[in-house]
């Protein structure tokens, strides 16, 4: 079955430097990607997303990259703030519909 | 307009008794999905209902089940409770169709004892 890794279980930032998130996928079939933010004692809240045909998608101090040349998606966070520290989830879908399946998680820890 | 609410926050249960937790998704929103978090597990999906059926499944005992309401609103119900199932159990809601962004809801943490 599909399998979702990251490379990082936390990172570490300072304040205002730029963040990258990294998300492998096992299933080259995989068409639709999510980026999710989670707050303590808080629901994963939507941060972006992308699908297969696209290989870049911008958002507000967000850029999701897709690589699916070697099953590879990233989370760009410009100009990052102390509050985007969070746990970082990508989630995958391949069997249509809603069906997401989830990384791990990283910890992203930002310093002023 | 209003988010994704769950009901209740939180529960404490004893094995073996069953429980039900319930879901109001986004208004206009038809499908709503369930995942299970863990820190061991992670989030893992358990089911989806789209217009009052359940069009996929997870991986997870037929202890799990769902329903959908005309609507739109969920209940998932647990059966005979273990202590494995503690854990934050998280509605999200989307248009619907196929893969629309999914908008979480802030969970129900469920302590069984």
């Known amino acids: 079955g599909e399998s979702v890794g990251l490379h990082l279980p936390t990172l570490s930032v300072q304040e205002g430097d730029n963040s990258i998130i990294n998300c492998a996928y096992s299933?080259?079939?995989?068409?639709?990607f999510i980026w999710y933010k989670q707050e303590s004692g808080k629901g994963p809240q939507f941060i972006i997303d992308i699908r297969s045909n696209m290989d870049k998608r911008q958002g507000q101090r967000v850029t999701v990259l897709l690589n699916k040349t070697v099953k590879h998606l990233s989370l760009q966070i410009a100009a990052t703030q102390p509050g985007d520290s969070a746990v970082y989830f990508c989630?995958?879908?391949?069997?249509?519909?809603?069906?997401?399946?989830f990384g791990a998680g990283t910890r992203l820890a930002v310093h002023p | 307009k209003a988010g994704v609410t769950q009901t209740p926050r939180y529960l404490i249960k004893t094995r073996g008794q069953q429980v039900t937790l319930s879901c109001s998704p986004i208004s206009g929103h038809r499908s709503v999905s369930w995942y299970q978090q863990t820190p061991g597990q992670g989030l893992q999906f358990l089911f989806e209902?789209?217009?009052?059926?359940?069009?996929n499944k997870g991986n997870f005992p037929g202890r799990f089940s769902g329903r959908q309401f005309s609507n739109s609103r969920s209940e998932m119900n647990v059966s005979t409770l273990e202590l494995g199932d503690s854990a934050l159990y998280l509605c999200a809601s989307s248009l619907g169709g196929d893969r629309y962004e999914q908008y979480f809801g802030p969970g129900t943490r469920l302590t069984v004892t």
């Open positions: 299933n080259s079939a995989s068409d639709y």
């Open positions: 989630a995958v879908s391949s069997e249509g519909y809603n069906k997401l399946i």
């Open positions: 209902y789209f217009s009052e059926t359940q069009r």
